[in-house]
């Protein structure tokens, strides 16, 4: 399996404009999570979802952010205006319900520079 | 309400000593407890996970974890560091399932030639 995959893997943008990150989970795990880091925050889980459905929103941090999960195998995260405190490394992560639920695999992040 | 607390922000040793990285939790479950690790400019990789099985799990590259319930720890230690465990490694606790998970700030090790 090719594991997690995002895309972009650097994004420059700037302020104000639209910015779409996207990931593609492992194959057949029924979780995805999303995650911001930055040096000041650390890692924060802002989304999950199950079975494409959002499960909780409660890490996202402002309106400007929005998930979406049209099917088992793609997510968007979107920040719409975007703001140069939104400059991070962003990940998606999966996993698979059962035992191992609690094993989540990461992708390679996004970095995000907003200008 | 869950927490992670990672004791040191960095940690340096030579290469070949024993490596410890201490984390404290705090949690009203029984919680699941992660180590992850990660490599400059890459994702994380889990390392181990605790899931009430055993207290000492091991994990991958030489990693061990004891769980301690009465220290409310679980710290991640290896009898020899090598120059490829120079990264960054994070505790990890989640609830019940795995869903709600908190990281710890993280333990940036540096190893010497």
């Known amino acids: 399996d090719a594991g997690v995959i995002q895309s972009p893997r650097h994004e420059v943008t700037e302020m104000g404009q639209e910015v779409t990150l996207r990931c593609k989970p492992i194959s057949g795990h029924d979780y995805l999570f999303w995650y911001r880091q930055t040096m000041m925050r650390g890692l924060e889980l802002l989304i999950y979802f199950n079975n494409n459905v959002p499960i909780d929103d409660s890490g996202m941090p402002e309106d400007r952010f929005s998930a979406k999960m049209p099917n088992a195998s793609f997510s968007t995260l979107k920040i719409q205006p975007s703001e140069p405190r939104d400059s991070a490394v962003y990940f998606c992560a999966s996993s698979l319900a059962g035992l191992d639920t609690d094993t989540q695999y990461f992708g390679p992040g996004t970095r995000l520079t907003v200008l | 309400a869950q927490s992670v607390t990672q004791l040191d922000s960095h940690v340096s040793v030579s290469e070949g000593t024993p490596v410890l990285l201490r984390c404290n939790y705090s949690?009203?479950?029984?919680?699941?407890l992660f180590w992850y690790v990660q490599h400059p400019n890459k994702g994380l990789q889990l390392l181990l996970k605790y899931t009430s099985a055993a207290t000492l799990v091991k994990g991958i590259n030489g990693f061990e974890a004891e769980f301690k319930k009465s220290e409310t720890s679980f710290h991640l230690t290896k009898p020899s560091a090598h120059m490829s465990d120079a990264a960054e490694y994070f505790c990890?606790?989640?609830?019940?399932?795995?869903?709600?998970?908190?990281f710890g700030a993280g333990t940036r090790l540096f190893v010497k030639a």
């Open positions: 949690s009203s479950y029984s919680p699941s």
């Open positions: 990890v606790v989640s609830d019940v399932g795995g869903f709600k998970t908190i």
